[in-house]
């Protein structure tokens, strides 16, 4: 089955740094990558969607100068949090889909941010 | 998007058959409908999906009425690691082909021994 990818798995920042969230389709060519944060015992999510070589769609209260995502290519997709606070610590979970005839999105594994 | 309603939580025996059913009220004549299945730390997992009638894969089925209202994901023989949360979504078809899904809270699915 198809495969997605994140990286870091687990990250620990302190308070004012940015960090780099990547989301790599290993076996398909991901025509679409979603954002999804999920917050403990709460449902994912959406932040934002973000189609290869074209600007990330937000979701409405998603500061987009704050998630910034790269989708720079059909494998992968890039989510950075800039200027971290201990309110954006969460779980980061990044999905892709292919074409159709399938809507089936394919998530990684997610991505535990902790700030200090 | 149309919005789902299912329950928040689901205990079970293992062994036995485990049915989930989602509201879906709303749903537009071109969505889907998905669900996911999610353990803690994780990022959710494909099921299963359909469009209407009944849908059978290795892991679980999928009932769908005609009207299209609802969805039942039924689990045959649940066993302990069955035990997460489980998500019923309904998406919108974008013009890229993609489905923009919304998350509901999920029913959180306690597998007994």
């Known amino acids: 089955g198809a495969v997605v990818s994140q990286h870091p798995s687990r990250v620990i920042c302190k308070s004012g740094t940015s960090v780099k969230i990547e989301c790599r389709s290993l076996d398909f060519q991901a025509t679409t990558m979603f954002w999804y944060r999920q917050f403990p015992k709460k449902s994912l999510m959406l932040m934002a969607t973000?189609?290869?070589?074209?600007?990330?769609?937000?979701e409405q209260g998603v500061e987009k100068d704050k998630f910034l995502i790269n989708h720079a290519s059909l494998t992968l997709s890039t989510l950075t949090v800039t200027s971290a606070h201990p309110e954006d610590s969460s779980f980061y979970i990044c999905?892709?889909?292919?074409?159709?005839?399938?809507?089936?999105?394919?998530f990684g594994p997610g991505t535990r941010l902790t700030v200090t | 998007l149309a919005k789902t309603t299912q329950p928040i939580s689901m205990d079970s025996y293992e062994g036995q058959e485990v049915n989930i059913t989602c509201s879906h009220n709303?749903?537009?004549?071109?969505?889907?409908i998905t669900w996911y299945q999610q353990f803690p730390s994780q990022g959710p997992r494909f099921i299963i999906q359909g469009y209407k009638t009944k849908v059978t894969n290795e892991v679980a089925s999928l009932f769908i009425p005609a009207d299209r209202k609802s969805s039942t994901l039924s689990l045959p023989r649940v066993s302990l690691s069955d035990t997460a949360v489980y998500y019923c979504l309904v998406g919108e078809a974008g013009s890229g082909g993609y489905q923009k899904v919304t998350f509901g809270i999920g029913t959180k699915l306690q597998v007994i021994p």
């Open positions: 999905s892709a889909t292919g074409t159709l005839p399938s809507y089936e999105q394919y």
């Open positions: 973000s189609n290869e070589g074209s600007k990330a769609t937000y």
């Open positions: 709303n749903i537009a004549t071109n969505d889907y």
